[in-house]
């Protein structure tokens, strides 16, 4: 399954996701990373210095669709800056004509 916008692919599938009961906040692109790591959590008993590995891996590939969104959004303001700049050159125009009694 693709994500519009993404470079990255849903590798978990929504049944995968609803058997592991993966929260729908963080059914993203990185799930297919987080089932092994809850499992090794729980296995752990959540203790912090265990799965290191699966949360470094989980992270990076969270971190790595962060970096993706914010490229994109630096994408769209540019070319909405692009946009504006010819409507900027008109503004110095006053609006309310002078008057010859003022």
Same mark, same amino acid.
């Given at each position: ?35 092994? &790591?809850?499992?090794? =959590?729980?296995? !752990?008993?959540?203790?912090?210095? *265990? ?5 470094? /891996? ?12 914010? &490229?994109?959004?630096? =994408?769209?303001? !540019?070319?909405?800056?692009?946009? *504006? ?5 008109? /503004? ?11």
């Amino acid at each position: 399954m693709e994500v519009k916008g993404s470079s990255k692919k849903m590798i978990a599938t929504q049944a995968e996701m609803v058997e592991n009961k993966v929260p729908i906040p963080y059914r993203d692109q990185c799930a297919h990373l987080l089932i092994p &790591l809850n499992k090794c =959590r729980q296995a !752990e008993l959540y203790l912090p210095w *265990k799965c290191e590995i699966q949360r470094h /891996s989980y992270e990076k590939c969270e971190y790595e669709l962060v970096m993706e969104r914010m &490229l994109q959004m630096q =994408r769209i303001r !540019e070319e909405e800056a692009k946009f *504006k700049q010819p409507g900027k050159q008109g /503004s110095s125009i006053p609006l309310v004509p002078k008057t010859a009694n003022a």
